[in-house]
């Protein structure tokens, strides 16, 4: 019995780790688009006035850099949540054996054909609000390299 309570605890301390492991990797993959979406601010801003900053090829090198950081950071943080999503899925699956991915299908299923599709939408906007974000700076990357 003792031995059963020892394993319980190792369990719920792991579960706690890997809690905080997930937190830690979400917030390392949010800060580099954050710093890259604030230097590109900051930059835009300080060309308003070209006696703090003058508009040339240094400056517009930098601002490309921090814009291709924006989409590439987003694109990590969404990446490394759904490789997050699936290891969970799995584990759940190898400890209760548990198929949480039918579950959600057939919850999904039940809420109707409308419903249905409202939650594979909202479920996959992400990727295309990410898509469309990343081809206007892409867009934007390349009007300030003179290549449109």
């Known amino acids: 019995m003792e031995n059963k309570n020892i394993e319980q605890e190792k369990f719920?301390?792991?579960?706690?780790?890997?809690d905080i492991l997930k937190d830690i990797i979400n917030s390392k993959l949010g800060i580099l688009s954050?710093?890259?979406a604030l230097s590109a601010a900051l930059l835009v801003v300080a060309t308003f006035n070209n006696k703090l900053l003058e508009i040339n090829f240094f400056v517009k090198g930098l601002l490309i850099v921090f814009l291709f950081l924006i989409p590439l950071?987003?694109?990590?943080?969404?990446?490394d949540l759904t490789m997050a999503e699936k290891d969970c899925?799995?584990?759940?699956?190898?400890?209760?054996?548990?198929?949480?991915?039918k579950?959600?299908?057939?919850?999904?299923?039940?809420r109707g054909f409308?419903?249905?599709i409202i939650v594979n939408v909202i479920s996959w906007m992400p990727w295309v609000i990410l898509s469309i974000l990343t081809l206007a700076?892409?867009?934007i990357i390349f009007l300030l390299a003179g290549l449109i």
């Open 34 to 36: 954050i710093v890259a």
């Open 137 to 139: 700076i892409l867009m």
């Open 12 to 18: 719920e301390r792991l579960k706690y780790q890997m």
């Open 89 to 101: 899925c799995k584990i759940i699956r190898e400890i209760n054996g548990i198929d949480v991915k």
């Open 103 to 110: 579950i959600i299908k057939k919850n999904r299923k039940e």
């Open 73 to 79: 950071g987003l694109w990590a943080q969404l990446i």
């Open 114 to 116: 409308v419903g249905m």
